[in-house]
Every structure is written in C-alpha cells, then in structure tokens.
Nanobody
C-alpha cells in the first residue's frame, strides 16, 4: 500500500491543522494507521493510531484532548485533526500503516508502510 500525507503548513500557536493520509494500492480497511512526527535532531515519535476497523484509537499523552484521529475506509483516508498546537510540535508528520494487528503499535518499527511526510510549523 502507498501512503501520502498532506495538509501541513504554518500555523500560530493555539491554532489548528487537519492532516490527511491517502492510501492506494491495497485494501485500506485491512490496515492499522498511525501518525508519527519527527523534529530536527530528534527521534520519530508516536502521535496517534487507529485500528483497522476504526473502533479503537490511541494517543500519545502529550496530545490527548487536543488531537483526534479518524478514518474513512470508503475514501481510503485517515485524518489527524490537531487543535491547540504548540511551537514544540513543529515537526515533519508521517502516516504509517501495518496490516491488521491486535493492538495499535507505538513504535516506528511496528509499521511496514510510510508516507513521505508533511511539514507542520507552529510559530510562537
């Protein structure tokens, strides 16, 4: 499956952005989707994930209550709605996929497919 993340941009602190992850080349509903981010000189970190059915979600503690992950299997798309953004959340955001799993992985090596990333810049 091929993934493409888009929707990044420049936003002021406290603002919102909506990222999308479009998938092609596979049966999208078979895949658990995760969003990760990587700031310069930092390791890639988990942000949020959603199960293949959409019935379960999981968030990093740092984004709980501000970010929402969802998916529309009929449109082969996953969405990350980000509200109340902070400057320290400036990073390249990636979506990733792995075939049906029992849980939602939080480590990059638990995912097999990656999009190219989209830059999110939060100004103070």
């Amino acid at each position: 499956v091929q993934l493409q993340a888009f929707g990044g941009g420049l936003v002021q602190a406290g603002g919102s952005l909506r990222l999308s992850c479009a998938a092609s080349g596979g049966i999208y509903s078979f895949y658990t989707i995760g969003w990760f981010r990587q700031a310069p000189e930092k390791e890639r970190e988990f942000v949020a994930g959603i199960s293949w059915s959409g019935g379960r979600t999981y968030y990093a503690d740092s984004v709980k209550g501000r970010f929402t992950i969802s998916r529309e299997n009929a449109k082969n798309t996953a969405i990350l709605q980000m509200n109340s953004l902070k400057p320290e959340e400036t990073a390249v955001y990636y979506c990733a996929a792995v075939k049906r799993t029992v849980g939602i992985g939080t480590r990059p090596n638990e995912y097999d497919y990656w999009g190219q990333g989209t830059q999110v810049t939060v100004s103070s």
